[in-house]
């Protein structure tokens, strides 16, 4: 009994340091992983161009009277495009379509069976 105890246990924290150390090692590559696609994926151009300029993604323009009196003269005033409007297609189509898979993938790294990946970032920055 106590020979049985004893090897039990020694075997118990030998494979749970190994254990351990695997999901760490696998929690580690999903963060490189999604790091990796996050940077492929998202609209960083676009972001930055509607930050910096924000009249190149013009959503609508505006006619104001310059003299009511007259009103023969009106000025344009462009609207800018939300960082909303330009980030939705990019959450609909990418974000969305990764929760649906997440489960499946959690379960796969939790049972070490190997994850298929059927389309990589750079195939899905070309649809773009």
């Given at each position: 009994f106590t020979f049985t105890l004893f090897l039990t246990t020694t075997i118990l924290?030998?494979?749970?340091?190994?254990?351990?150390?695997?999901?760490?090692?696998?929690?580690l590559s999903l963060v490189v992983r999604l790091t990796y696609d996050l940077v492929m994926i998202f609209p960083w151009g676009k972001?930055?161009?509607?930050?910096?300029?924000p009249s190149a993604f013009t959503e609508r323009v505006v006619m104001n009277e310059i003299d009511s009196r007259t009103r023969d003269t009106v000025s344009l005033r462009k609207c800018p495009q939300s960082i909303s409007a330009i980030l939705r297609?990019?959450?609909?189509?990418?974000?969305?379509?990764?929760?649906?898979?997440f489960p499946e993938a959690t379960l796969n790294t939790l049972t070490g069976e190997?994850?298929?990946?059927?389309?990589?970032?750079e195939e899905l920055?070309?649809?773009?």
């Open positions: 924290v030998y494979y749970s340091f190994f254990v351990v150390s695997h999901l760490c090692g696998q929690g972001c930055m161009l509607r930050l910096f300029v297609p990019f959450l609909r189509q990418h974000v969305f379509q990764s929760l649906e898979s190997p994850i298929l990946i059927t389309s990589g970032p920055a070309r649809k773009n």
